[in-house]
């Protein structure tokens, strides 16, 4: 008997055979198909049975990122471009599995910092997951705060940036236009259109001008990224400071691709968040532990 792990990212699906402790021990990855229910369905059976290799699968884990329901509905995922979607009841027809479990990506971010990493034994504490989007949630005594209405929460669609960027929500200026990856992406393509530098250097070298660019740049000194990833971290650092107000958290915690970065990262907020704050001061901010594999392990605890 297999577990199967997957998260439905954007861009990519990236899916894992997980053992008792919740070890991965195989891995798949594949390009998500877009605004394509029915397509996306039939690729998580064919990983599926790729990963679990004739082995009886005993549950099947999901993370979307995006809303999802009791009955494992995906109300509403912007960035695959589903909505109202009966995934649950989908991949258990096409898959015979018994046990289908349906999340959305942050809260299974959650689920796994919660159990194994970064926010194991936190009363009070907050996840934002950056990545295409923004996804958060929240943990309020010891355990994952659902929303009062069992919707979950939707940390990076409150409002950063009034009359800004039209988001994929259908609102402007969300946390979201402003901190995801695909935001550092934009600033990565205006440095290719408008600065003679490292950036634009690379990407005509052949390099996916993509968040990672943006963020090698500035590792490696480049002035001109480093001014951008310093107009990001300000962003963010807002955000984080919104949320410090209300829930004042004992740790903060950044998972997703861009918190790959590690202290890279982190530090700029460590500094700039507390000087944002109303107390001149904030819990720990850390990074997710389980990782670019938490929406893996997290769609299965
Ligand atoms: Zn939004």
């Known amino acids: 008997m297999i577990k199967l792990g997957f998260d439905i990212g954007g861009t990519t699906v990236k899916a894992g055979a997980v053992d008792e402790e919740y070890r991965i021990i195989r891995k798949l990855a594949r390009p998500t198909p877009k605004c394509d229910g029915a397509a996306l369905c039939l690729l998580i059976a064919d990983m599926a049975r790729e990963l679990a290799n004739g082995d009886e699968i005993s549950a099947l884990g999901i993370t979307v990122p995006g809303s999802v329901d009791k009955e494992g509905r995906i109300v509403a995922a912007v960035n695959l471009g589903l909505f109202d979607f009966p995934i649950r009841e989908k991949m258990e027809k096409l898959t015979s599995v018994n046990e289908v479990i349906v999340r959305n990506d942050a809260d299974a971010a959650g689920e796994a910092e919660l159990a194994l990493g970064a926010l194991k034994g936190v009363n009070t504490g907050l996840i934002l997951t950056i990545g295409t989007g923004v996804g958060g949630c929240l943990v ?10 069992d919707r979950g929460t939707e940390l990076g669609h409150a409002m950063l940036d009034r009359g800004g960027m039209l988001c994929g929500c259908g609102h402007r200026g969300c946390i979201e236009t402003l901190c995801s990856a695909t935001a550092i992406r934009r600033l990565a393509e205006a440095a290719c259109r408008e600065e003679d530098g490292m950036i634009r250097e690379l990407a005509e070298k052949g390099r996916e001008v993509d968040a990672k660019l943006l963020i090698d740049c500035a590792i490696a000194g480049d002035g001109e990224a480093l001014r951008l990833f310093d107009e990001y971290t300000d962003a963010l650092a807002d955000a984080i400071a919104s949320f410090v107000n209300i829930l004042d958290p004992e740790v903060i915690v950044l998972g997703g691709g861009v918190s790959g970065a590690g202290d890279f990262i982190l530090d700029p907020l460590r500094k700039k968040v507390p000087e944002k704050c109303f107390f001149g001061s904030c819990g720990k901010i850390l990074a997710a532990e389980a990782g670019n594999d938490a929406g893996v392990i997290g769609s299965l605890i």
């Open 140 to 149: 309020l005594g010891g355990r994952l705060f659902h929303g009062g209405l």
